[in-house]
């Protein structure tokens, strides 16, 4: 199974954006998500811990993320969730990351004025 | 449990706005979502069947999706699932109704200039 | 897009199976999610509203839901989200559709004795 | 937004299964989740990445797990992600996690035996 995916949260890095040789429009940024969760002590809603994923976005989308939106921005993301495994010599890590199928700025933190782009073939 | 679900469509009317006589903003409109699906026969990609929703949005959400969304507009909405049966007179129906929590145009189909708005406590 | 989905709930009929004349096999049944919600005026979590849902399994799943399953189980289902209009003479009529991916007995409510079987080709 | 997950995939590991000093029950273990994806060349579906997780059970529900269920076996988990950083010295990680709300073996690939068992208070 493709595990998807749907994160609402914060642009916390400027939108990286690059075309490749063959010409594929990549966008990518770190995302931020703190849930809230309800503290039986306080008897009130807290924030509770935070997620953090790298969002990379294709094509016609890579391109309109990279013409929309900046650091500091709101989002809701739907994708599939990718953990990636690497090695850099000594060093192991491990790559949690969404490859976006659809990413809007979020209008529960603000407005947005928006324009329908002409899609190329996908 | 309660059902999240993501849908990412198209805004087939336009928007319904509304506010109580407690001052409660609400707005809403029909969301349609045609999944795409590989088609054995002819070995491609076709249109496959279409969900019809209705989206509800409240407070600060409903004030920003009426100031930013128009019928024909793609959005993705994430939300929660209900399903609600109704009785009128002898008509029994069934409504499904996404009651969204994060809602944004969608960058896979346009630009978006997007502005944050102070929230109010929610 | 596809609307992906899972639900926790409760197998509300027996196991309805089937074998087509082309011998596909069906199973499909009823199931009922109450969600949980916490209550401001009390102070705690009570039942919230349920969702229903017709949930329909094909093949090998369809095989193993109707050897494995009963009324009353408690069940999580993955699958998509069908939305299906329907008109027989004066009546319409909405049925909201879960085609299972992955479905289980829920070891949030009981405990399963679980045998792997030979999977024919899909 | 705390980001709800699903995952299909294979149990790789046996379950680990502690009761802390204060009678807390945990369970966890390791989930391999393989997506399948269309390969245009060879016009046929194939095995995609994996994705890799530490699935971590409370209560009753790891209580079930730890009778239930054992290494090779194939399940289905609705629950919370949490991506987390630690640091060992020098050493930096990343731990991906989800804490599963309901868990079940996959019927799409077994068969099972169930019965239901008295739920202490949650």
Redesign the interface.
Known sequence: ?????????LVATPIKHTVTAEGLEISSFRLA?T????DAAS?AWVD??T???TVT?FR??AA??H???DK???????G??????WRNGEQ?????EVVA?????????????????P?RIA
Do not use: C
């Not at 849930?35 to 309800?38: A, E, K, T």
């Not at 500091?72 to 739907?78: D, E, K, M, Q």
């Open positions: 199974m493709s595990e998807n995916i749907t994160v609402a949260g998500s849930s809230r969760r309800y008897k509770g811990e997620n953090w994923f976005a016609h989308l309109n993320v013409a929309s939106l500091g921005h709101r989002v809701v993301v739907a599939r969730l990718r953990v990636r495994e192991l890590g491990r790559d949690v199928d659809a990413l809007g700025p979020d209008l529960a933190w603000g407005r947005a004025q928006y324009t329908r782009t899609r």
